[in-house]
């Protein structure tokens, strides 16, 4: 979530732009997702990724979940990001720690994944689904990728769209990953139209707020170390305090959310 953001584009070109930016990094840290790596070991406890298997983290960013899965679980790893800068940064830090025989950054579309079919054992997708502008073609293709009997595992922020307050729709808030955001029922429904069986939902709205009040430490730091920098890449720091508010209020009236959820890929049954 990347508050007081204004783009000029087109949303999904805007992600990869932002997203590939010092300026989140600055914001953020490591992990671009609410919960950050603890976060990521509940999901992967969730899918138990064995040595020996082939992990597809989609919208890999720079690489902190795909490194944290390989060192951990003793799997290889892909990641696929759309943002240059991302992949760039994710294959030289997967090269300092000696990981680049197991660890793969990509560059490509998760709409149009440059990956064959069949081709992982469990695909995971933290906190991008929901700026994914064709969400069922996007959740054809994590299917797609998927061996039979693979797993699938989605973090993700939910909201209900017509209740979200006018500081959190528009571009900018495609950008904090907040305007296309669905309820958990309907990412449910939409890995289930694209033939997965979801086996595991959980909530985890105190992430959001967490993340909030990291997000406003670190603005005070940006404003006072990198102000004029942060603000040529696009953050507007009066307008940054609305966004957080807005969004603050909107998780607590149970508004806007986090949650996880798996999902299996049917076997191939007896011929």
């Known amino acids: 979530m990347s508050p007081g953001i204004e783009p000029a584009a087109h949303p999904k070109g805007c992600c990869a732009a932002v997203y590939g930016s010092d300026l989140v990094a600055l914001l953020l840290g490591d992990a671009y997702h609410p919960g950050g790596s603890g976060l990521t070991r509940r999901l992967a406890a969730q899918l138990a990724p064995a040595s020996g298997e082939h992990v597809l983290d989609v919208a890999s960013g720079r690489g ?9 679980y003793g799997c290889t790893v892909t990641g696929v990001d759309l943002a240059g800068p991302n992949v760039a940064a994710a294959t030289h830090t997967a090269r300092s720690a000696g990981l680049a025989d197991r660890v793969l950054f990509r560059q490509g ?34 299917a797609r990728v998927l061996v039979p009997g693979g797993r699938l595992g989605v973090s993700d922020v939910t909201a209900v769209p017509d209740q979200l307050p006018p500081e959190l729709t528009g571009l900018g808030a495609w950008i904090a990953c907040v305007a296309d955001a669905r309820p958990l029922d309907e990412y449910a429904a939409l890995l289930a139209s694209a033939g997965l069986t979801v086996t595991h939902t959980e909530r985890h709205d105190g992430a959001v707020t967490a993340m909030i009040d990291q997000i406003e430490a670190r603005l005070t730091v940006v404003r006072l170390t990198a102000g004029q920098r942060a603000e040529s890449l696009g953050l507007d720091f009066a307008r940054a305090p609305a966004v957080l508010a807005a969004a603050r209020a909107a998780v607590a009236d149970g508004v806007l959310g986090y949650a996880i959820l798996t999902a ?7 011929r």
């Open 64 to 72: 902190a979940s795909a490194l944290l899965l390989a060192t951990e």
């Open 109 to 142: 579309d998760a709409e149009r994944l440059p990956i064959g079919p069949a081709s992982a054992d469990v695909v995971i997708c933290e906190c991008a689904f929901c700026t994914f502008p064709d969400k069922p073609t996007a959740a054809g293709e994590l």
């Open 264 to 270: 299996t890929k049917p076997a191939v049954g007896p």
